[in-house]
C-alpha cells in the first residue's frame, strides 16, 4: 500500500473529522467541540442516567444548537453549549453521571461516526448505550479526581501516556466518585515548532486539503515596499530552519539546535490540520513515503523512515485518547510550543518576530487555530453574540472564505487576539505601572480576547493563568533580554486578586492555579538557567533563548514576590497545577509574612506532571536512583516588599565571614546573640539584626516530596514482577538498568511519559490532617511497559516558621 493523499481520501472520511471533545462542564451548562467535513447545524442534548451511574439513559435535561463554523472546503467547527430548555429550570448535580448526544440533521452521533463502511467501527463510549458520558465534581473533595499532563509530541521519546487515560476511565467508568471529572492539559498540546518531516509531509497536504486553497505567506518586505510571497508548498519538510530563522525570526533553533524547526508549522491550514492528527485518527493517513522516495541521501532517507516509523505509532494510539477526550471535561491552556519556542518570551523576541512579515502571520496563525480549537471551549461565553470570541469568527471566516485576500478582515482577526496592528516598536507596547505590556488599545475600540478563566465548582475552583499574552516586559533600550514579570502588575489584579475575592473559603475549599512553568525547579536547571544567563551577559550568544530564561518565574524577583503575595493574600492553602518541564513531581512551600497573624501560616503544594510523550536523557536520569546522589535539599528563602530581591537563608558558619565587612553596602550591620531561634534541621541560628527595617517582609521554606515505591494501575492484571526481573519488551533500547526495577525507582521525579491524577486527604474536622495526593502514572520499563503509579502525598498543614533574623543575598537578580 502506497502513500494516499487526504484529497483522495476525503470522500471517504466520516462526517466527524476529529471529537466529540467535552469542554466546559457547569450546573447549567455543557460545552462540546467537534470539527466536520460538511457544513452542519449541531445539536447537543444531555440527559441524566438511571441512579447516576452512567449505565442506562434517562430524561434530558440540557439542549443547545449552534452552526458550524466554516474554516475551509472541508473543515466546519463548532462548540455547542447546552442549557435548560426552561433558564434555571435544571442543574446538573455532584457526583452524578450525564451521558450526552449530538445530532447533525440527519446524521446522529453514531452514524456520524461510522460514516463509511471500510473504517473500523469508531466506539467512544464506555457503555453498551454507546453514548460518550461523564461525571460532575461531588460536593466532598475525598471524592474529587482531577488529571493533568503537559506537553505531547509526536515524535517525542516515550509511548504517549495520554493513552493510558482511557483505561482509568473505562476501569471506573460507572463509579462517578472515582472516575475522574476533570482535565487539564497545561500546555504544548501540539508543537508548531518541532514536527517530524513526514508528519509535516501529511500535515501541509491536510491543510491544503481541508481549506481548499493554498495559502501564500508574506516572505518579506522588499526595497520597494512590495511583499514577497513564498507558497506552503514551497516550503518542503526538513529545509523550514533558514526560513524559520532568517525571515520569522524565531529561536526554536537556538543554540546550535536547527533540527527543532526544520519543519516548523507556517500555514494556518497546517496549524488546523496539526490538532486533527492530534486528537483523532481519521485523517491520518495508513503509510507515509518511504525515505528513498523523498530524500536525496541514505542518511536523510534512513532518518525519515525512523521518524515515520515513531508517530504512525502515536497514530495507532490515537482512538484511545479520542474516547478519553469525549468522555472527560477537558480544559486548555496556551503555552510557547502551540505557537512556537520562546513565544512572546521577551521584548527581543516580540521586536524580532513581529517585525517580520512572516514571523507575524506565523503567531497570527498559530493563535488563531488556538482560539479556534482550544480558547473556544474554554470560554464559550466569550464566543456567544456581540462578544469578542463571535466577532473574531466571523473575521476568520471572512478572510478564510476570501482565500487569504481580505486584509480587512486579518487585521480584524489579529485585534481579536490581541496582536498588536502596527508593528513599528514605538507603537507596540503601550505602559503598565512601571512595565510594557503588548498593545492592546485599538483606535477603533476593539476588544480582544483573554486566555485566561476560572471554573468554579461545589467544592474547588481551578483559576488558569495566561503567562504568554499578559507580561510585563521590562523598560529600558537595553533591557530587551531582560526576564520579564510573567503577569504584568494589571494582569496580577484580573487573573489572581480578582477571581481569588469573588470566592472565600467558606464557598470553596481547594483553589487550584494553574501555570505552565514551576515555581520551584530542580536546582540543576536553575543552576543552568544562571550559567547561560551570565553568559548571555558577556558574549553575543542567544543564550536566553537557548535555555528559556524568561520563562521561569524565580528568574523574576518582583514578579515572583508579586505571586506569592498575591496568591497567599486570600487563601491558606493554593495548590499549583504546572508541568513543562518534562518531569513529574510535588514539592511543598510554607510561607509566612510580617503582615500576617502569626497563627495564620500558609501553604503552598506544586504538583507537576510532564510529559504526556517528550522524554528526554536528563528526564530518564533523573527518574533513577542516580537522583538520590543530589536529592534536593530543603531550601529557605525570604524577600521585602520594597526591596524585591530574593534572597536565601546562609549557614551561621557562612555568615561569620559577613560580620567583617560592617560597611558593606549590601549588608546591614549585624549583631550576634546568645540565643538563635531559628533551627532547620541540624542547623542552628544565632543572628539578630541591628535595625527593624532589615527584617524580610515574608519568607518560606521549601521540600521536595520524596515519591512512593510504584503500584500497578488496578486495572492491571498481574502484579508488579520481583526486582530486577527481566524487561520483556522489544520497545526498550536501553541497558540492563533500564529493565532493574530498584534502579528505575527514584526518589524524587518521575521522568518517563506520564500523567498526574489528583486526589485530596480531607477533613473539615482536623486540618493537620488535610493533604492533597498527587498519582502519577507511567509505564514501567521491567514489567513489559505495565502501567503503574507513583504516589506524592503532600501534607497541607499550615506551619508557623519563625522569622528569619538575618538573611544575605544569594544572587543578583537579573531585574535589579
Not at 386 to 399: F, S, V
Not at 458 to 485: A, Q, S
Amino acid at each position: 500500500m502506497s502513500w494516499t493523499a487526504l484529497s483522495d481520501r476525503i470522500d471517504r472520511l466520516p462526517l466527524i473529522l476529529a471529537g466529540p471533545i467535552l469542554r466546559r462542564t457547569e450546573p447549567n451548562a455543557v460545552t462540546v467541540w467537534v470539527a466536520l467535513k460538511e457544513p452542519r447545524n449541531v445539536t447537543l442534548k444531555v440527559y441524566s442516567t438511571v441512579s447516576g451511574n452512567g449505565e442506562v439513559i434517562d430524561r434530558l435535561l440540557l439542549l443547545g444548537k449552534h452552526y458550524t463554523i466554516p474554516l475551509g472546503q472541508f473543515l466546519h467547527v463548532v462548540a455547542v453549549t447546552a442549557t435548560p430548555p426552561v433558564s434555571g429550570e435544571t442543574q446538573l448535580q455532584p457526583g452524578e453521571i450525564y451521558a450526552y448526544d449530538l445530532e447533525f440533521g440527519n446524521n446522529n452521533l453514531t452514524e456520524a461516526l461510522n460514516f463509511e463502511c471500510g473504517f473500523p467501527e469508531v466506539t467512544i463510549s464506555y457503555f453498551s448505550h454507546q453514548l460518550p458520558t461523564f461525571a460532575m465534581p461531588p460536593n466532598d473533595l475525598n471524592d474529587l479526581r482531577i488529571v493533568h499532563g503537559s506537553c505531547r509530541k509526536p515524535h517525542g521519546g516515550g509511548r504517549d501516556a495520554l493513552t493510558i487515560l482511557d483505561d482509568l476511565i473505562g476501569h471506573s467508568a460507572n463509579q462517578p466518585l472515582n472516575r475522574p471529572q476533570q482535565l487539564f492539559l497545561t500546555g504544548d498540546q501540539i508543537y508548531g515548532d518541532d514536527v517530524a518531516d513526514p508528519l509535516l509531509w501529511a500535515v501541509t497536504d491536510a491543510g491544503n486539503t481541508l481549506l481548499g486553497w493554498e495559502e501564500k505567506l508574506p516572505l518579506q518586505q522588499l526595497e520597494n515596499g512590495e511583499i514577497e510571497y513564498i507558497k506552503i508548498s514551497e516550503l518542503l519538510p526538513g529545509d523550514r530552519t533558514d526560513i524559520a530563522r532568517d525571515y520569522g525570526g524565531f529561536t526554536a533553533m537556538f543554540v546550535n539546535k536547527p533540527d527543532k524547526a526544520k519543519s516548523h508549522l507556517f500555514g494556518l491550514g497546517e496549524y488546523f490540520a496539526m490538532y486533527l492528527f492530534a486528537w483523532s485518527p481519521i485523517v491520518w493517513p495508513n503509510r507515509f513515503p518511504t525515505g528513498e522516495k523523498v530524500r536525496k541521501d541514505r542518511k536523510n532517507a534512513k532518518n525519515w523512515d525512523k521518524e515515520a516509523a515513531v508517530v504512525l505509532a502515536f497514530a495507532n494510539d490515537i482512538w484511545k485518547v479520542r474516547r478519553s477526550l469525549a468522555n472527560i471535561s477537558t480544559y486548555m491552556i496556551c503555552d510557547d510550543h502551540d505557537v512556537t519556542d520562546d513565544w512572546f518570551l521577551n521584548r527581543e523576541w516580540c521586536d524580532r518576530v513581529l517585525s517580520k512579515p512572516l514571523g507575524k502571520r506565523v503567531v497570527q496563525n498559530a493563535m488563531l487555530a488556538y482560539a479556534i480549537f482550544q480558547a473556544w471551549g474554554n470560554t464559550p461565553e466569550q464566543f456567544q453574540s456581540g462578544q469578542p470570541g463571535e466577532k473574531l469568527l466571523l473575521a476568520a471566516k471572512r478572510w478564510l472564505m476570501s482565500g487569504g485576500k481580505n486584509n480587512i478582515a486579518w487585521e480584524n482577526v489579529a485585534k481579536h487576539l490581541g496582536i498588536p496592528v502596527d508593528i513599528s516598536p514605538n507603537l507596540r507596547y503601550q505602559e503598565d505601572e512601571n512595565t510594557l505590556i503588548l498593545n492592546r488599545l485599538y483606535p477603533d475600540g476593539t476588544q480582544s480576547l483573554i486566555w485566561y478563566y476560572t471554573i468554579r465548582s461545589f467544592k474547588h475552583e481551578v483559576i488558569v493563568l495566561d503567562t504568554r499574552t499578559w507580561r510585563g516586559y521590562i523598560k529600558g533600550e537595553n533591557k530587551t533580554t531582560e526576564p520579564p514579570m510573567l503577569l504584568s502588575p494589571t494582569a496580577f489584579k484580573q487573573q489572581i486578586q480578582q477571581p481569588l475575592q469573588e470566592t472565600d473559603n467558606s464557598q470553596i475549599e481547594a483553589t487550584f492555579v494553574v501555570i505552565p512553568t514551576n515555581l520551584v525547579s530542580l536546582s540543576f536547571v536553575d543552576s543552568f538557567q544562571n550559567w547561560d544567563w551570565e553568559r548571555h551577559q558577556v558574549d553575543d550568544i542567544d543564550h536566553v533563548f537557548n535555555s528559556d530564561v524568561g520563562d521561569s518565574w524565580n528568574f523574576n524577583k518582583v514578579g515572583f514576590g508579586k505571586l506569592l503575595s498575591y496568591l497567599m493574600e486570600q487563601r491558606d492553602r493554593i495548590i499549583i497545577l504546572t508541568g513543562d518541564i518534562h518531569y513529574s513531581g510535588a514539592v511543598i512551600l510554607n510561607y509566612c509574612a510580617r503582615n500576617l497573624d502569626k497563627n495564620s501560616p500558609k501553604v503552598i503544594a506544586q504538583l507537576t506532571a510532564s510529559a504526556f510523550k517528550n522524554e528526554e536523557a536528563t528526564t530518564k536520569l533523573v527518574h533513577t536512583k542516580i537522583s538520590s546522589l543530589a536529592l534536593q535539599q530543603p531550601e529557605i528563602w525570604a524577600g521585602w516588599n520594597q526591596q524585591p530581591e530574593l534572597f536565601e537563608v546562609q549557614r551561621i558558619q557562612e555568615l561569620i565571614q559577613v560580620y567583617k565587612l560592617e560597611n558593606s553596602p549590601e549588608i546591614p550591620l549585624l549583631r550576634e546573640v546568645d540565643a538563635g531561634s531559628w533551627h532547620n534541621q541540624e542547623v542552628s541560628w544565632s543572628i539578630a539584626v541591628n535595625h527593624q527595617k532589615f527584617l524580610p517582609d515574608w519568607w518560606y521554606r521549601t521540600e521536595w516530596i520524596k515519591r512512593q515505591k510504584s503500584q500497578p494501575a488496578a486495572w492491571e492484571k498481574t502484579k508488579n514482577s520481583p526486582l530486577n526481573s527481566e524487561y520483556k519488551s522489544s520497545s526498550n533500547t536501553g541497558s540492563w538498568l533500564g529493565k532493574n526495577r530498584w534502579f528505575q525507582e527514584g526518589e524524587e521525579v518521575v521522568g518517563l511519559a506520564n500523567f498526574g491524577l489528583v486526589s485530596f486527604n480531607w477533613s473539615s474536622e482536623n486540618d493537620d490532617a488535610k493533604a492533597v495526593i498527587q498519582d502519577v502514572y507511567w509505564r514501567s520499563s521491567w514489567d513489559n511497559q505495565s502501567i503503574v503509579y507513583s504516589r506524592y502525598f503532600v501534607p497541607l498543614k499550615l506551619k508557623t516558621l519563625p522569622l528569619p533574623v538575618h538573611v544575605i543575598p544569594l544572587h543578583r537578580s537579573p531585574t535589579s
